[in-house]
């Protein structure tokens, strides 16, 4: 199968930057979307941005001019550079990616997800 680990989360001020990091391993053939969501206490996780395999990003407004996606498909690792952040931007942070993988000779695509990483924002 496929598993994604990610790292980087921490404890920050407002204003500082944080980089996160997600690696994806096991039988892959390919990766198509990959992506970071996040969840606050009490809310729904909702899309803070994501990269298609060519490398074309997308925004969730809250982020835009703040945070950075980008890939390396040939570590099969998204990252996301976080800077100015604000308290706001506290929750746990959720790596996602769209694989095409191998399982008992068949061919497969899943969404996969990390276990999640928790970013503080606060003075």
């Known amino acids: 199968q496929v598993q994604l680990v990610e790292s980087g989360g921490g404890s920050v001020q407002p204003g500082g930057s944080l980089r996160l990091s997600c690696a994806a391993s096991?039988?892959?053939?390919?990766?198509?979307?990959m992506g970071w969501y996040r969840q606050a206490p009490g809310k729904q996780r909702e899309l803070v941005a994501a990269?298609?395999?060519?490398?074309?990003?997308n925004y969730g407004d809250s982020v835009k001019g703040r945070f950075t996606i980008d890939r390396d498909n040939a570590k099969n690792t998204v990252y996301l550079q976080m800077n100015s952040l604000k308290p706001e931007d506290t929750a746990v942070y959720y790596c996602?990616?769209?694989?095409?993988?191998?399982?008992?000779?068949?061919?497969?695509?899943?969404?996969?997800w990390g276990q999640g990483t928790r970013v503080t924002v606060s003075s």
């Open positions: 096991g039988r892959i053939l390919g990766i198509n979307a």
């Open positions: 990269i298609t395999s060519g490398g074309n990003p």
């Open positions: 996602n990616a769209n694989v095409k993988y191998l399982d008992r000779g068949r061919v497969l695509i899943s969404d996969y």
